[in-house]
């Protein structure tokens, strides 16, 4: 899903006015018939609502949902705090609010009354959308603070008042509404998908308000939200007459002594992405282990008992992996920077390799071009330097992309894949369960078992995360996010590739 920022989102919508054509106020009818239908599918009939409306347009999406709430014989208390003018459509539904149900209406507008609740209320927030420029203060900073402490179920309609939509100030105690329940309307917001801001949208759900494709597709973004959809078209079909040599040759460089465990995962999850061979190179110590658990897998000795030193590269190679505990020794980082020199084709760098490459940056320039670094939050930083938001995060990790002309795939939460070209993507697969010992390592092999199998690199990158949260989410059915380990998530993946063709298949007839 391609998405976009909060001034683009301003102009779809526009667009949408004038060319359906459709008048504003129905426009935003219709937006809070998409939010009516989420909120009664998350609340009880009996549960008591309590809104919060805004001056502006945010707040017209309120005020209509209080009415159409009111309309269907919910109990509903309905608050619009304003300190001037109305927006036009926040106005209109004022109006009809006041002569259909004048009794469950309550203006303020010098200072904050709070409402008498019970523990059961549903507070709707629908005081300020995405367009909002300056932290919130007054009238507004009164009532946001009342709505954290009750302790109450939060519905945010569009985003948490007091987010703005990209970048946020930062601040010890900023005035955002804390969600339980953010309902984001067409798209995202980059706000959601960034970690400082958890706290604030609790749970995401996106809701199709009808802006005009022709819209979405004229105007240009480099934001992109994956889904099924997205990943569908790249899953390469399997010929009758294939062989295991159809499927490429990967090389895993892989664990020292004693680290053997990101060896086999990594290699194992190779294999479950579909990869035809696959061959992990490590310390002589490691051989009995790693066959013994991978019976299919290749394994090809170091010179060295206990450390990766030296590895000679072979021409039935189709994809390279480095970096899955192989420690950080001299003769290490000696073969880290011999490999570089003489790979000519994409490769995966990832763990320690990384942290190789963080002592010794001027070797950035010798990683080949479309090359995938996967590197955790701390690990990109300790490469490309400390970031002080999440937000300078993903901006850094697209600076480095283009500069180093690699793929970085930044690990975590909605997981952030930067292009050399400046494109964004971030992954909607994926749970905490996966913040486990091994899961970067089972995301290595995905992505190299792909690169193996013919997938150009930016697909192997995207399929891959995507499927690596997918078959976390899919573990899920079988595991607790306490009890979740990396081999369930190897264990998921044919229910992952066969879950993505499923559902695109469902939608296309």
């Known amino acids: 899903m391609k998405f976009f920022t909060t001034s683009q989102i301003r102009g779809l919508d526009q667009y ?35 809104i919060f409306a805004g001056q502006g347009n945010n707040g017209g999406d309120a005020l209509a949902l209080g009415r159409k709430l009111l309309k269907s014989g ?16 926040c106005a209109i539904n004022r109006q009809r609010l006041i002569s259909e149900y004048p009794l469950s209406f309550i203006e303020l507008n010098e200072s904050f009354v709070a409402p008498l609740i019970t523990k059961g209320t549903v507070i709707i927030d629908g005081l300020f959308g995405s367009g909002l420029s300056r932290p919130l203060s007054g009238i507004y900073e009164q009532a946001v603070n009342w709505i954290n402490q009750t302790g109450n179920k939060v519905i945010s309609i569009d985003i948490p008042s007091g987010l703005q939509g990209e970048e946020n100030q930062l601040m010890d105690n900023p005035v955002i509404v804390k969600a339980d329940l953010t309902l984001s309307l067409q798209f995202p ?17 996106i809701l199709d308000i009808g802006i005009l494709p022709e819209a979405i597709e004229k105007t240009a973004s480099n934001l992109f939200y994956l889904e099924d959809n997205d990943i569908f ?11 295991k040599g159809t499927f490429g040759h990967v090389l895993i460089i892989a664990g020292v002594k004693g680290m053997a465990g990101a060896s086999v995962l990594s290699s194992k999850a190779a294999l479950r992405s579909g990869a035809g061979l696959v061959t992990v190179h490590g310390p002589i110590a490691n051989r009995t282990i790693v066959q013994a658990a991978i019976p299919e897998v290749i394994f ?11 590895i000679d590269l072979n021409k039935t190679n189709h994809a390279v992996a480095v970096g899955p505990g192989i420690g950080t020794h001299a003769n290490t980082a000696a073969m880290v920077r011999d490999l570089l020199m003489e790979l000519k084709s994409p490769c995966v760098i990832d763990a320690d390799a990384l942290n190789i490459l963080s002592t010794q940056k001027e070797l950035l320039h010798l990683i080949p071009k479309n090359s995938i ?9 300790r490469l490309f330097g400390e970031c002080h938001s999440s937000y300078e995060l993903m901006m850094r990790a697209s600076e480095a992309s283009k500069e180093y002309g690699v793929i970085i795939v930044l690990k975590g939460a909605h997981t952030l894949i930067a292009l050399p070209d400046g494109s964004l993507y971030f ?60 081999s369930d998530i190897i264990s998921s993946m044919g229910e992952a590739f066969q879950s993505i063709r499923d559902n695109c298949r469902q939608v296309q007839f």
Do not use: W
């Open 233 to 243: 078209p790249l899953l390469k079909d399997r010929s009758t007459f294939s062989h």
């Open 427 to 486: 992954n909607s697969t994926g749970n905490s369960g996966m913040a486990t010992a091994g899961s970067g390592d089972v995301l290595t092999g995905i992505i190299a078992g792909l690169l193996a199998q013919g997938y150009k690199p930016n697909e192997a990158t995207l399929t891959g995360v995507f499927l690596h949260g997918r078959a976390g989410d899919l573990a899920l059915n079988t595991q607790s996010r306490e009890s979740l380990i990396a």
């Open 16 to 50: 949408t006015i004038e060319h359906e054509p459709i008048a504003s106020i129905d426009l935003m009818e219709r937006a809070a018939d998409a939010i009516y239908k989420s909120v009664t599918g998350s609340c009880h009939y009996n549960d008591p609502v309590c």
């Open 74 to 89: 919910y109990e509903v208390s309905v608050y619009l705090i304003h300190s001037g003018s109305l927006s036009p459509d």
């Open 300 to 310: 090809q000795s170091d010179d060295s008992d206990e450390v990766i030193s030296h």
């Open 373 to 381: 670094l996967t590197p955790h939050p701390k690990e990109f930083e």
């Open 189 to 205: 917001k980059v706000a959601f998908l960034l970690a400082d801001n958890a706290q604030y949208v609790g749970n995401m759900e």
